[in-house]
């Protein structure tokens, strides 16, 4: 403790060196409009600073820290729970029988129909609870993550996040989150100024920096807070990230606030040794917490469709009902009074007199009608299948476990692997067509490399990439001798070195200039891919070529050039050494990490930046005469910092020869207008690396200096210095306007490229997510830049890509009117709809840009009906600049005007809203945070995973779970309408054809286990096939397997096997007289007939054998495991019946020896179970040879390559069509960038021919031997 309290503070004085940004002299109560706000509506917290225990009691109550994303409590559980539950009408339904079976009216006993309801929807609930049980322990665990609190008379405690209390001080140490959000009051530098990661927040990489009042500087140390008492006053909590009002009174001194003091939640501090902060917003009042929403109830479209279905057999279920009252009701009032004997009489104990039973009342036969209408409801409620919700719920538990359990969805590095938080959504997973992206930290994995640079128009760093690798090795040619003479063409420079081959690909340069053909050798093509995609030992820094690695740059002949490349890298930053390694090599911090990449680069290249003080800058620099590092030292004189508006950042420096240089480095349309005559020398052949380095989707900047006379830099000096103490809000202006002055007449030395490094497998991923059908939109907080560079990088950007820049224009921007914005906004939506019209091929590749000014118009509800069209009318939509609160309104908009299932995967806190908005919610496990993880319904460890994840699981579980529907759509039905016939059979009596035990049993027990094992095990086909035909997938989106039409047909299936079961065991015990009149038959050889328990043991045999047969043609993929459970299921039936009769006659009822003494020794049982079987499966069976011979499938087709081996004409495997139909209509991933590269170089290598054509044609050797005579 005393320790970190005795820390030394930093002695560099940023707030000395910057000159924009949050630097600008401080706000005045008069200056700062918003402060007139202060005590009105919206605007009336206040915060005791250092007097937590004021706030516990009203008006100044507020929430504590705790923060929730748990969907229950102890006391909402029970009623939400319930309420999901009888939302669905299955539940609804055996709710109201349970409720009948107390009464007269049931034909079961109560226990029958209220133990199902009790064990459906507790098991139900129970699963519920688990899932949000494991909400809560990850909310247990960052609410128990600790933090430095003051406790009083300077001490500081270790104190729970949740326990922290508006007013509370507390200190953050250096990589921590922020736990509230804070008032800055000091930090480990003397000016008060600390470095922010808001990534959590907006996805942006870029550092914030974030300075103090002067009037709290000297609260520096933990003793300093004894006696500190301060009040806050400012805006009430809300969602907005970038703006905040308020003022601290502080020693009777009222100072203004502004957002630059503010420390938000869920940002970390960088770069800073520690803080001291204020909480201001604690817990549900904090903004990132507001800018998140509750976790809603989501149901999958295939659930809500099984209401419909449910519905649908509810309908079936009143028509049979109505049928048998009506039914008896006519048979009451007409035949029952030539059977008088029939009649029953009821007693009634109070007058001790019989009355007519009330089922049986001749005299009102519609009351009586009606009570059989309502007995009936009851007794074909087999036609609800109750069950059906359970196996749902246990086979979606399964399904998860097994997912939570692939092993190829497990990630080494992290130690990490899937997690499906909630198993409600497994088939939803099969059906997504629109994919939500963040971009920082899902596609990216947070870090930066230096990977190519353009030298004095000599490009470095290798000049392949792997689209060029890929397209070469389709055209059979070589890429480098391609771009060797497409270079040629394009630049007039004859320079061999403008064309000189990386060392990295040697052997292919070798290759070219031999005129060899292409490299066959799979080890030469592992070489050069490697060397683009291969790690870097050195953090930041994947740079291969030879010529300038081991200080080999001082053999170039542009050397002068070179050197002062490499000095710029080494100067022109922010940057901060930190540390140093065993090999004499620096780390560094700063405030973008672009910078460190530069940094780290200079180091590697031989200059490297050691040591800064306030106006001192120390590089040890390698010297190319001497051959030795050389330290030395540059007095900075002026910063001018990178912004938004800038696009650059330039130092400027003296040498120890008092030569004044301006180093600037930025944008490279910002750097190339601000050139001077005699530096545009290399401008010509770096605009063209500039080209390819975008289409590789690195980030580029600009490098170039300038020579400054010291007469011309001491005018301009004060000119500066004069516009820097400005006060008033034209000081920004002046400021921009004196470094115009300054920067211009600059000279070009070339440009470096650095990467913003995606993770493992991003493209390929996104590659295989196009070839199945599926959308990705990319919406993310970081400039537009950057976005477009990852646009490119990820492939789901194209250099042949139209692409449409939705963005204010600068006068709407300016005058801030709405109307004029949303004309802008429309103006440039029906100009870009025109354009898309005239494009003339609808096929053609758009990719639309939105900047967040321009997008929050464009989601106005005015606006939104033209936007929509045109988005969803895109291959690819970048949205930069979004807000979290955007972004789920993003989300929401797009899933209601497409009607299409949408998935949202993020990283960080500002993706919350759009994972809960999204049907489907997948967080990523990385390195920041776990606020998207437990918001999420689905978790992954690496962007990678998502593709297996929906083509593999998602495609298999939305089979499983349609299938599992259907079939127990078509057993129930086969069973429930056995008992309606039965009805008929025996004109209406309400008797029940089965035993009540078999009637418990069918659900439970004996055909349970195979659907269980159908909605878990199945596989259409091996999950190494769903990757390879991706096109699978799409049959989901479609929704064919889960068709009205399928529902249908899977009712009249059941239909016609409930009328086969019982026609043929009716005829096997009853025929027609002379008369036509039915009589019983002998059932055995004694000439015994058969009643009703011989009927009803019969028929359900039937049953059982049949819905079991039937579900083993359903399953395509067999394991021993459902061989045991449909097999397994029918041996139970007859043991159950050979245990139940064999137990006395007061117990077994029906069933008392009936297998062993009747059944049994019966050949009809068994031949008429055999022939119904048959011919109950007949129909399905006609109908899949039709399917599987006539119309097949995509599975079918490939279950046909697998298990027959089949071929088609022209020598080309199904194989390789199934494929080629994955990826003809893709228009983004890597596929469909190789397919334009490959026309591209085809068109290109066209025009050369015709060049090469011309100019033989042309030429007077040719026209001389043409015009000779033979």
Request: aromatic letters at 10%.
């Amino acid at each position: 403790m005393s320790g970190s309290s005795g820390r030394r503070k930093r002695k560099i004085r940023w707030s000395k060196l910057y000159s924009y940004g949050c630097f600008r002299p401080p706000y005045t109560l008069d200056s700062d409009p918003g402060q007139q706000l202060l005590g009105q509506p919206g605007f009336s917290r206040v915060v005791f600073c250092n007097e937590p225990q004021l706030h516990n009691t009203k008006p100044f109550k507020y929430p504590k820290n705790y923060v929730s994303t748990t969907k229950y409590n102890i006391v909402t559980f029970l009623p939400k729970a319930l309420f999901e539950q009888f939302r669905r009408v299955a539940n609804l339904y055996f709710l109201l029988a349970a409720v009948l079976s107390i009464t007269d009216l049931a034909p079961f006993t109560p226990t029958s129909l209220i133990a199902p309801l009790v064990f459906v929807v507790g098991v139900s609930m129970i699963k519920e609870a688990v899932e949000d049980w494991h909400r809560f322990l990850q909310d247990l665990n960052v609410n128990s993550r600790t933090v430095m609190a003051h406790v009083g008379g300077g001490l500081f405690v270790e104190k729970k996040w949740q326990g922290l209390c508006v007013g509370d001080v507390i200190k953050v140490n250096k990589n921590e989150y922020f736990p509230s959000d804070l008032l800055l009051l000091s930090s480990s530098f003397e000016d008060g100024i600390c470095y922010v990661e808001t990534m959590n927040l907006d996805g942006e990489t870029n550092l914030k920096v974030k300075r103090s009042l002067e009037a709290t500087l000297d609260l520096a140390k933990d003793q300093a807070f004894s006696e500190f008492k301060a009040t806050i006053r400012c805006e009430d909590p809300n969602p907005h990230l970038y703006t905040f009002v308020g003022n601290i009174e502080l020693n009777n001194v009222t100072y203004p606030l502004c957002p630059a003091t503010l420390l938000l939640r869920d940002s970390k501090l960088r770069n800073t040794d520690y803080i001291y902060g204020v909480v201001i917003f604690s817990g549900p009042d904090t903004k990132a917490v507001r800018n998140s929403t509750r976790s809603p109830s989501k149901r999958s479209r295939i659930e809500r469709k099984m209401d419909l279905v449910i519905y649908l057999l509810f309908s079936m279920l009143l028509l049979i009902s109505l049928v048998t009252s009506t039914g008896f009701a006519v048979y009451l009032n007409s035949e029952m009074v030539k059977s008088w004997y029939l009649s029953l009489k009821v007693n009634n104990l109070a007058s001790n007199q019989a009355k007519p039973d009330p089922f049986f009342n001749q005299s009102k036969p519609a009351v009586s009608g009606f009570l059989q209408f309502v007995r009936a409801l009851i007794l074909y409620g087999y036609l609800i299948p109750i069950s059906l919700y359970v196996s749902i719920e246990v086979v979606k538990v399964l399904q998860a476990m097994l997912i939570n359990k692939d092993i190829e969805l497990y990630d080494e590095v992290t130690c990490k692997s899937v997690q499906t938080r909630t198993s409600n959504l497994n088939e939803e997973l099969g059906q997504v067509e629109m994919i939500l992206t963040d971009k920082t930290g899902t596609l990216t994995c947070n870090q930066m490399e230096f990977r190519k640079c353009s030298i004095a128009g000599v490009s470095y760093g290798g000049d392949i990439n792997k689209i060029d690798f890929a397209a070469s090795k389709r055209m059979n040619v070589e890429v480098e001798s391609y771009r060797f003479s497409m270079d040629e063409l394009e630049t007039a420079s004859q320079s061999f070195e403008m064309f000189e081959f990386s060392v990295a690909d040697v052997s292919t340069e070798k290759a070219s200039l031999a005129g060899q053909k292409h490299i066959q050798n799979s080890g030469a093509e592992c070489s050069r891919i490697s060397s683009l995609e291969g790690e870097s030992p050195i953090k930041g820094f994947n740079f291969r070529d030879d010529r300038l690695m081991n200080r080999k740059w001082m053999y170039r002949s542009n050397l002068s050039d070179v050197t002062m490349f490499f000095r710029v890298m080494a100067l022109c930053h922010t940057g901060i050494p930190v540390e140093a390694d065993q090999a004499h090599k620096l780390k560094y911090e700063a405030e973008s990490p672009e910078e460190v990449c530069f940094l780290i680069a200079a180091q590697e290249f031989g200059f490297q930046f050691s040591q800064r003080s306030q106006s001192i800058m120390y590089v040890k620099e390698f010297n190319p005469f001497s051959g030795k590092v050389v330290d030395r030292k540059y007095k900075l004189l002026n910063l001018l910092e990178f912004c938004s508006a800038r696009k650059r950042m330039s130092v400027i420096v003296s040498n120890e020869d008092s030569e004044i240089f301006l180093f600037c480095k930025g944008a490279d349309n910002i750097i190339f207008d601000r050139l001077a005559d005699n530096g545009r020398s290399y401008q010509q052949a770096t605009t063209l690396h500039l080209s390819n380095y975008a289409e590789d989707g690195f980030r580029t900047l600009a490098f170039a200096y300038r020579k400054l006379d010291a007469i011309e830099y001491e005018k301009w000096n004060s000119v500066f210095t004069k516009a820097k103490t400005t006060i008033g809000p034209e000081r920004e202006e002046i400021l921009t306007e004196a470094s115009e002055m300054i920067e211009k007449d600059l000279i070009l030395l070339g440009v470096a490229a650095v990467e913003d490094k995606l993770q493992k497998g991003v493209p390929e991923c996104i590659d295989k997510l196009a070839q199945a059908g599926m959308k990705i939109w990319l919406l993310t907080g970081d400039k537009k830049e950057t976005a477009i560079n990852i646009g490119f990088s990820c492939s789901l950007l194209r250099q042949d890509m139209k692409q449409f820049h939705l963005i204010l224009g600068k006068e709407s921007a300016a005058s801030n009117r709405l109307k004029e914005m949303q004309e802008d906004i429309l103006d440039q939506l029906e100009g870009f709809q025109k354009m898309k019209s005239e494009e003339g091929n609808k096929d053609a590749p758009l990719a639309l840009i939105v900047d967040g000014k321009a997008l929050e118009i464009a989601l106005r509800s005015d606006v939104k009906d033209r936007f929509l069209p045109l988005a969803v009318g895109c291959s690819s939509v970048i949205c930069c600049r979004v807000s979290p609160k955007q972004k789920a309104l993003i989300t929401r908009l797009v899933k209601k005007h497409t009607g299409k299932t949408t998935l949202a995967i993020g990283d960080g806190a500002n993706d919350v809203g759009m994972i809960q908005e999204a049907d489907i919610g997948v967080g990523i496990s990385g390195m920041e945070g776990m606020q998207a993880v437990m918001a999420s319904d689905i978790s992954l460890p690496q962007f990678r995973f998502l593709a297996r994840l929906l083509i593999v699981h998602g495609h298999w579980c939305y089979k499983r779970i349609s299938k599992m529907i259907l079939y127990f759509v078509y057993k129930n039905i086969a069973f429930g309408l056995t008992l309606f016939y039965y009805e008929v059979y025996t004109r209406f009596s309400g008797e029940v054809l089965y035993d009540d035990w078999y009637m418990a049993l069918f659900n439970v027990i004996l055909t349970s286990l195979p659907v269980i094992s159908l909605g878990v095990l199945e596989q259409d086909v091996s999950s190494e096939v769903c990757l390879k035909f991706p096109a699978l997938y799409q049959q989901g989106q479609k929704n064919i397997y889960f068709t009205w039409s399928r529902i249908i047909g899977w009712i009249l299936n059941g239909i016609v096997a409930s009328i086969v079961i019982f026609l043929a065991n009716i005829g096997t015990i009853s025929t027609f007289d002379k008369n036509g009149i039915v009589a019983e038959k002998a059932f055995n050889k004694d000439g015994n007939v058969a009643d009703i328990n011989h009927l009803g043991a019969m028929t359900y045999t039937c049953i059982v054998w049949t819905v079991n047969c039937q579900i083993a043609l359903i399953i395509t993929h067999f394991t021993w495991i459902q061989h045991l459970f449909i097999w397994g299921s029918i041996l139970i039936w007859y043991i159950f019946l050979f245990f139940y009769g064999e137990l006395p006659p007061a117990i077994s009822n029906r069933g008392f020896r009936i297998l062993t003494e009747a059944l049994g020794p019966a050949p009809t049982y068994w031949l008429v179970t055999l022939l119904v079987v048959v011919v109950a499966l007949l129909p399905y069976f006609i109908h899949i040879s039709i399917q599987r011979s006539f119309y097949p499938l995509d599975d079918h087709v490939i279950q046909e390559m697998k298990y027959c081996r089949k071929d088609i004409g022209n020598n080309k495997l199904i194989w390789e069509r199934e494929q080629n139909n994955s990826v003809v209509m893709t228009q983004i991933g890597i596929s469909a960038r190789v397919d334009a590269r490959i026309r591209s170089m085809k068109e290109n290598l066209n025009q050369k021919r015709q060049l090469i054509f011309r100019s033989l044609t042309s030429s007077p050797i040719f026209r001389s031997l043409t015009s000779s005579p033979m």
